[in-house]
Structure formats: C-alpha cells, structure tokens
C-alpha cells in the first residue's frame, strides 16, 4: 500500500512541550520537505516520534521505550510542573493518505504523580482509525500492530525511516550480519520459517512414535537427535561469535577514529601512518602468497624432471648417437618386413627359404625398437626443453625465493615499525591515549581469536551435517526392515524432504535476491556518484560481504570517502526499499553532515530526482542546508513544507514552525 504523511502532531513529546503540528503538502514533482534545526534542538526526535508512534521504539536508541529510564517521553517541563494527584500525558498523532482514504495512527501515554512526587506510567497505548466499508473504523489492541505492519513492517523500517549518521558507517566497517539481516528482512520469508519449525517439530513426533523393532533403530534415532543438538548449538554459537566479531570491529573503527582525529598532532600523524602500514601489509600478504604459490608450483612442475636428470640425459644421449650413425629413422618400415615373413615371398615373387625367414625375424627385431625409438625422436624438442629448464632451474628458483625474501623483509619491517607505533602510543602522557591503545590491541587480538573460532564452528557444522545425512538414511534404510513403521517412515522422508525442499527455496530466493539488491545498488550508486568512471561495479558475495570494484580492478570499500559511504548507503536502502514492494516515505535525519561539498552538492541534485514521486523529507542542520544545497532543492521543494525548530534562551523548550521563504 502507497502513503504519504499529512501531518505529525507531537504533544508533550520529548523536548515538544505543548501542541505541536507539521502538515505536509505533496506533489510528485515537488517531493521533498526540509526540516531545519540545530543539533541537539529536537531533530532526531521527529523522527523518534514517528518510529515510537508506528512501532513503539525510537530509532535513535531502537529500544522499547521505558519511561522510567532515562529521560522520558513526556516532556520533563510538564512533569515539573505537574501537581501530586494530577495527571498529563504525551500523544503522537500521524495524518497519513493512502490510496483506501485517510489514515490516523495515534499513539498516547499516560502518567499520574502520586502524593509523594512519584511518577507511575502506564503502558503506552496505540490507536489505529481508517476507512473500511465506506465508514470510519477504530482499531486498538493486538490488532493495531498489524495493521501498521501492513502499511510498513517494522523489520522494513529502517530502509524508510533513516539515521544520516548511521548510514554514513553502515559500509565503513565490516557487518555482513546485518547486511544478510537486512536482504533477509526484505525477502519476507516469515512463513516459510513457521512451516519449517512446524515441520521440523512433526519430524520429532514422528520420531518418537517409531517403533524401536530393533537395537540398532533405536541406536541411530539416539545418534540423529544427538547430531540435532549438537548442530543447533555449534550454529547458535557461530552466530553468537559472528555478532561479537562485527561488534568488536565496529568498536575498533571508532577507537582509530578517535586515535586518527586526536587534537594531538603526534598521535593523529601516528595513528594515520598506522592505517597506511595495516593495508600495505594486507597487499604484501597477497603477494606473498602469491609469489609462494608461484614458486611451489615451479617446484611441483621441474622436481621429478631434476629427480630423472641422469635417465633424461641418457636418453636424449642415447637418441643423438643413433641419429648421427643414421640408425635413426629406420630406413624400412616393420611392418614391411613382417608381411614378407607371414606371405613366405619375395616382391620378386621368389619363395622365402627358412633360413632367409629366420634373418627377416632377427632384423624384424631390431626395426621394432627402431621403430618405438622413433617416438623419441618426435619428442626431442620435448626433452631439449626439459633439459634446458634443469639447467635454468638454479637461477629461476633463486629468483622466485629472493622475491619472496623481499616480501618477507618488507612485512616484517612494516609489522615492526606497527608494534613500535603501538608501544609508543601506550607511552604516550595522555592516559586516555593510553587507553585507547591498550582497548585497541585487545580488540585486534580478539578480532583474530574469533575469526579462527568462526572458521572452527563452520568446519564443524559441516561435519555435523555429513554425519547427520547418514545417519538419517541410515535410519530410513532400518525402518524399511519391519513393515510396522513403513507408514511412519513414508512420513519421516516426506517430511524431511519437503524441509530440503524449503532450505533450497530459501537459498534460491535470498540468492536472487542477494543478485537483485546488488544490480540494483550499482545502479544506484553509479547513478548518484559524482566520480563516475571511477568505480565499475558493487558485488554483495554469498557471505554477504560487500565490495566497491574500483575501475582498476581492487576493492575500495575501506578507502570511500564519507560522501561515497553516504552514497552507497543511500544506493543499498533505495535498493531494499525498491525491492520491497511497500511504498512510504524518505525520511532521513541529518543526510548532509561529515561529507564533502562536492557530494554534498551532488546527492541534492540527484536525490530528489532519483526518488521521484516519493515524498522524501529532510532533516538539515543550517551548516548543511548552505547556499548551494538551498538552490539546488528549490525546485523539489513547495514552500509550506519549509520548516524550522526553534528552541527557548535556555535551550530545553524546543517548537516547530513553518518557516516559508
């Protein structure tokens, strides 16, 4: 279902004491509004306010609301204010048009303050009204949600509801996980998950009216649920450690990134100087390995040649000699001579006495080996080229080893001048440095301990899985043996097939899929990139891992400036959005920040028109919304949707009004 937002009414929301409306206009041509504020003046509370009033949680801790942690919901001024005995509440109203008609979703909450000052809230409830069968219908409860999740579902939302910020690192540090949530996400494949935990628990009622007729059935089903576990918590714990992983690499780009931007000139030089050295030493283990592989195959390809070189000299010498006495070629043919010894005559037409038969046999012989000699004449050149590749085999090995030498020398050099980087860093009279680098050495270290556990896990589950499939043939090929349980088992292998049949549907659409978001991404980000020609393609490989193909050919996914991570963030949620099927607005807090002006130029040209007919609303800071930004969306841009927060003189008081031109 296609919507627009019409309004947003916040009341005593947040830093929003009071009544507070935004009516939107829409034109598909003019499809963009912009909502202008000061960091910390309420911003990135908008946008809560929507995701609380959709879906209960606010994107910016996305975390069920809870009223007595933090700072609450209700605006604090209004609790202030409120009297012992009395009550007030906060209420976000969203107007919304679809294609059945207007839409109001409300969400409100209450809070009395008891005699003492004590706050008690209550739970937050939601309210749906919507036209159905030309009437007005009001929905509250269980069945609120739902609707809601059929406008939008909340697994979808953060492809439509956006945090400029977090979009900006989505790419920047390593997350497949999330990358495979959010493909998973899209896929929409909820029911197929139901059937296959339904299916999987009629397997096991199944399994447990089986008849054990015999001792080694009875064996094998031990075996089979054995295996089950055992392949559920090794998967658990991959997940488990695959999480930690990309949590500790998100940990650690922010930790080079406080050490990178350091008012501290020798920390910043040394922290830059170390990630230059991280990816040369990254392309000097490529190479490395490279040039190892070259050199044992040179070894695999001339060994057994070096090994023969007394028997190939032989040979070869053996050949050369019969061809300078002209042995070789034989001058008749064996052949020739075998047909005068089997007809008994001459070509005169003389017959062949048996003494003259018995010379023709001796020389018939002797042409034979001439003849299995001739082969190795044809393969002269072959053995020359051998020859002469042992010969140039202690240069051409020297050379191979001296490059690898070279490569050796060069990594350790830079690994040493890393660890004295390090070391100096943990010396430095900062202590908070100090911290920063001794969290930073744990982290690395970490980092490797699990991506080895990782690799452990998945070569365990593999298996886990091997031994799982034969022990369930196994299981079928002992129930085959009583008549008592073929029922059963006809059951069990219609059941365990058809869970294949769902795992490889599921494969098949999250691949297609996986194929379909990353076209389209490319798409996207050739389209809304500035530097065209310098990056050819977007590759999202079967681990979810992402690669920006530069134009000579490497990944440039950790050398993006912030404006191209922006974009290929922009480029992957306009993708999964497209994807999607669902239709709803652009919101996107704070799109402009941390990029350059050149990007920053080109994303406002591009943007609105690349998200034609969508309703895509901004949330701007004024060093973002400059002069340039300004002309470029005047023209996607109807004056009533010009919006501006304004805060009270002590700054906790924040309203919203329409600013105009």
């Not at 050819?536 to 079967?542: Q, T, Y």
Request: hydrophobic share 35%; glycine share 4%.
């Amino acid at each position: 279902m296609r919507f627009t937002i019409s309004s947003i009414k916040m009341t005593n929301y947040r830093q929003y004491q009071g009544n507070q409306t935004l009516d939107f206009s829409f034109d598909k041509n003019k499809n963009v509004s912009i909502i202008l504020g000061q960091n910390g003046a309420g911003k990135s509370n908008l946008l809560n306010a929507l995701t609380w009033c959709f879906y209960g949680k606010e994107i910016h801790n996305d975390q069920q609301a809870k009223e007595t942690d933090g700072m609450p919901i209700i605006n604090v001024a209004e609790l202030d204010a409120l009297e012992p005995g009395r009550s007030t509440f906060a209420e976000v109203v969203v107007s919304i048009y679809t294609n059945t008609g207007q839409w109001l979703i409300k969400r409100h909450i209450d809070v009395l303050k008891d005699d003492l000052g004590k706050l008690h809230f209550d739970q937050p409830q939601l309210t749906v009204f919507y036209p159905f069968g030309g009437q007005d219908k009001i929905v509250e409860g269980d069945e609120t949600q739902r609707l809601i999740n059929n406008l939008l579902p909340e697994a979808l939302r953060q492809f439509f509801f956006i945090d400029g910020e977090q979009l900006r690192e989505f790419f920047r540090i390593s997350n497949p996980t999330e990358i495979a949530k959010a493909i998973d996400n899209v896929s929409q494949l909820e029911l197929m998950y139901k059937a296959a935990g339904n299916l999987e628990a009629y397997e096991n009622q199944l399994r447990k009216n089986v008849k054990a007729t015999t001792p080694q059935l009875q064996k094998v089903q031990q075996k089979i649920q054995i295996l089950k576990g055992k392949s559920e918590k090794a998967k658990e714990s991959l997940q488990k450690n695959k999480e930690e992983l990309e949590k500790d690499i998100s940990e650690l780009a922010q930790v080079e990134d406080y050490l990178r931007k350091h008012n501290d000139a020798v920390v910043s030089k040394l922290q830059e100087e170390r990630e230059l050295l991280e990816r040369d030493i990254t392309s000097l283990n490529r190479h490395l390995k490279d040039a190892e592989l070259e050199r044992n195959g040179y070894l695999v390809d001339t060994a057994p040649y070096i090994h023969l070189k007394d028997e190939i000299e032989s040979a070869y010498s053996l050949i050369q000699q019969k061809v300078e006495k002209g042995d070789l070629p034989p001058r008749i043919r064996e052949t020739f001579v075998r047909e005068l010894i089997d007809s008994g005559r001459c070509i005169c037409g003389n017959e062949i006495k048996e003494n003259e038969k018995h010379k023709l046999e001796s020389y018939s012989r002797k042409l034979e080996l001439s003849e299995l000699s001739e082969v190795c004449i044809v393969g002269k050149t072959t053995l020359d080229e051998i020859l002469l590749d042992i010969e140039e085999f202690p240069s051409k090995i020297d050379q191979l080893n001296r490059k690898i030498e070279e490569f050796k020398d060069e990594y350790d050099e830079k690994t040493r001048r890393l660890d004295y980087i390090s070391e100096t860093l943990k010396k430095h009279n900062i202590e908070e440095i100090r911290a920063y680098e001794e969290r930073r050495k744990k982290l690395t270290n970490g980092i490797n301990k699990t991506e080895n556990l990782i690799k452990m896990l998945e070569a365990e589950i593999t298996t886990i899985n091997k031994d799982l499939d034969e022990a369930l043939s196994e299981e079928r090929k002992e129930l085959s043996k009583d008549k008592k349980n073929a029922q059963l088992r006809a059951k069990l292998q219609l059941v365990q097939e058809a869970l294949k049949t769902l795992a490889g549907t599921e494969y098949i659409i999250k691949s297609k899929i996986r194929k379909q978001v990353e076209s389209t991404t490319k798409e996207n980000f050739l389209k809304l990139l500035r530097k065209k020609a310098a990056f050819k393609d977007i590759v999202i490989e079967d681990t979810f891992d992402v690669k920006v193909i530069h134009s000579q050919g490497y990944n440039a996914i950790n050398y993006l400036s912030a404006g191209e991570y922006m974009i290929l963030g922009l480029s992957f949620m306009s993708a999964l959005m497209t994807i999607s099927g669902f239709h709803a607005p652009v919101i996107i807090d704070t799109p402009l920040g941390k990029i350059d002006d050149e990007h920053r130029e080109y994303i406002t040209t591009e943007l609105p028109k690349f998200l034609q007919g969508t309703q895509l609303i901004l949330l701007v800071t004024p060093t973002e919304y400059d002069d340039t930004v300004r002309k470029n969306l005047q023209e996607y841009l109807l004056e009533e949707n010009f919006f501006k927060i304004v805060e009270n003189e002590s700054k906790t008081i924040s309203k919203v009004i329409s600013h105009g031109h």
